[in-house]
């Protein structure tokens, strides 16, 4: 596995493998973007790239303008070593390492989300975040130019305006969302787990447990959407609840389930870290 810390140089080893002698063609390139803390979630992408395209590209990078003043951009989990690791176990080519300076420098363009898609749900509780998020990812994807790019389904939202915006800039890279992995009692995994006490541990498997409540209803033909809501918020009670929400698969609200076109949402807080969920129907 060969570790790259720079742009330049990444760019450059890319399009030296690409001549490589005897090989007909570019090479096709997998990419998972990640911020490192890498679990069974971020290995079944590194997977799902291994299995599709000849070279894997995977990036490890705290994102700073992804994180608001007061957030866990400081005690993000960090977990270098242990990554290292994880990557070349699941047979990664490429980890690309770089620091903030080398993605940002002194720029003054940033991608911004839009208005509405970005600053509702997530982006409500988290202003900005977003824009943190389309900007780095812009820069990644133009820095690794992939075949494809892996993304989980647990965080909807950003899956749903990385497509946005791959779409509405003609970027040529296929977008491929993956299931999300849980944990055999249906937490969905995330690096912020770790900082969930034993108690909210616990309280943590109401969010998939409501979820599941949602599943059982639509099931049963209750697809009505504020009967739903309801149910799950009462079965969420007394945690925190960011917001509970059934929308169609263009992030737009809808007064009923329509099967193959719905994605149900959570997000909770408990303690100081904010859990999503969500399922796609
Ligand atoms: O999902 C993440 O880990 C991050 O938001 C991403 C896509 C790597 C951008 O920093």
């Known amino acids: 596995m060969k570790i790259i810390s720079t742009p330049i140089e990444l760019k450059e080893y890319l399009s030296n493998s690409n001549k490589t002698e005897g090989f007909q063609g570019n090479h096709s390139v997998g990419f998972v973007p990640t911020m490192g803390a890498?679990?069974?979630?971020?290995?079944?992408?590194?997977?799902?790239?291994?299995?599709?395209?000849?070279?894997?590209?995977?990036?490890?990078?705290?994102?700073?303008?992804?994180?608001?003043?007061?957030?866990?951009?400081?005690?993000?989990?960090?977990?270098?070593?242990?990554?290292?690791?994880?990557?070349?176990?699941?047979?990664?080519d490429i980890l690309f390492l770089p620091n903030a300076n080398s993605i940002y420098g002194n720029d003054e363009v940033s991608i911004l989300a839009p208005s509405v898609r970005g600053?509702?749900?997530?982006?409500?509780?988290?202003?900005?975040?977003?824009?943190?998020?389309?900007?780095?990812?812009?820069?990644?994807?133009?820095?690794?130019?992939?075949t494809r790019a892996y993304f989980g389904k647990k965080d909807a939202q950003q899956l749903n305006l990385i497509t946005l915006m791959v779409k509405q800039f003609f970027m040529s890279v296929e977008i491929i969302s993956i299931d999300t992995v849980r944990e055999s009692d249906g937490l969905a995994l995330s690096s912020r787990n770790i900082y969930l006490s034993k108690k909210e541990r616990e309280e943590a498997l109401k969010i998939s447990a409501s979820l599941q409540i949602?599943?059982?209803?639509?099931?049963?033909?209750?697809?009505?959407?504020?009967?739903?809501?309801?149910?799950?918020?009462?079965?969420?009670?007394?945690?925190?609840?960011?917001?509970?929400?059934?929308?169609?698969?263009?992030?737009?609200?809808?007064?009923?389930?329509?099967?193959?076109?719905?994605?149900?949402?959570?997000?909770?807080?408990?303690?100081?870290?904010?859990?999503?969920?969500?399922?796609?129907?």
Not at 121 to 139: A, C, I, Q, T
């Open 38 to 92: 890498l679990h069974e979630g971020h290995i079944t992408l590194i997977k799902e790239a291994r299995k599709d395209n000849e070279i894997v590209v995977i990036s490890i990078f705290v994102n700073p303008t992804q994180f608001l003043e007061g957030e866990d951009l400081d005690n993000y989990p960090r977990k270098d070593e242990a990554d290292k690791k994880i990557c070349e176990l699941s047979g990664v």
């Open 119 to 146: 600053y509702v749900l997530e982006g409500f509780s988290r202003p900005g975040h977003f824009n943190g998020v389309l900007s780095v990812v812009m820069k990644l994807l133009n820095i690794v130019s992939p």
């Open 214 to 281: 949602a599943a059982k209803m639509i099931i049963k033909n209750i697809v009505d959407s504020h009967e739903i809501i309801n149910k799950m918020r009462e079965h969420l009670e007394p945690l925190e609840i960011f917001y509970v929400e059934i929308l169609n698969r263009d992030f737009e609200i809808i007064k009923e389930v329509e099967l193959e076109n719905t994605v149900i949402l959570v997000e909770v807080k408990l303690g100081e870290t904010r859990l999503l969920d969500n399922i796609w129907l």
